[in-house]
């Protein structure tokens, strides 16, 4: 069964910088593209960023391109989120998720339980 | 961007059925997926490729994609449906992922 755990979440200040970390089980991570997806208090999902499974091609959402970096250590089962300049709207829970494929298509079947970025004075 | 919207409530009573509606501009033309996430849990995928239950989802929950609308169907509700559910498709022109905005189930 795969598992994914989120680690690197905390309270920080405006204009600071956090990484995120997300180490993973179960699964061969090396064959599976990789997402991070946040969900602000009381909102809805937001997806982020995604990395292909060999860790060269990556997309971001608008709001935090240039400032959010995805990368992945598939020796180390681990993926990264670099979040710098983070703003208030940044505060979220952020999710480890992983893709499924298909035909024109792509879907998360395995989710992390998620870690809390506060960005607070 | 690709815009997915779903009505923010949907109330329903036990032992009936909920539709929760997604609408996107040709929605029938993408695959949908649909997710569930309870009170302070992670999601969970529900159905994929618009009408098919990953291994563990109750057959109670189906759904359908035509035209401009994808639902969600939830057959004999039962007070453990209660819970957010999102709709999801990957936008090919910006290969991005895209949720609509989500719906909150109550059962009466």
């Known amino acids: 069964e795969a598992h994914l755990e989120e680690s690197g979440g905390g309270l920080v200040q405006p204009g600071g910088s956090r990484r995120l970390s997300c180490f993973v089980s179960g699964f061969t991570f090396s064959a599976y593209s990789m997402s991070w997806v946040r969900q602000a208090p009381g909102k809805g999902l937001e997806w982020v960023a995604n990395i292909k499974k060999e860790g060269i091609e990556k997309s971001y959402v608008d709001s935090v391109r240039d400032r959010f970096t995805i990368s992945r250590d598939n020796t180390k089962n681990s993926l990264y989120l670099h979040m710098n300049s983070l703003r208030a709207e940044d505060t979220a829970v952020y999710y480890c998720v992983r893709h499924r494929a298909g035909t024109g298509t792509t879907f998360f079947d395995y989710w992390g339980q998620g870690t809390l970025v506060t960005v607070s004075s | 961007s690709y815009v997915l919207t779903q009505p923010p409530s949907v109330s329903v009573a036990p032992g009936k059925t909920a539709r929760i509606s997604c609408e996107g501009n040709k929605i029938g033309t993408k695959s949908v997926h649909w997710y569930q996430q309870k009170p302070g849990q992670a999601p969970v995928l529900v159905i994929h490729y618009d009408s098919d239950r990953p291994s563990g989802i109750p057959e109670r929950f189906s759904g359908s994609n035509s035209g401009n609308t994808a639902t969600l169907i939830i057959s004999r509700v039962e007070a453990g449906d209660e819970a957010d559910y999102f709709c999801?498709?990957?936008?090919?022109?910006?290969?991005?992922?895209?949720f609509g905005g989500g719906t909150k189930v109550t059962v009466l």
């Open positions: 999801q498709v990957w936008d090919r022109s910006s290969d991005h992922v895209v």
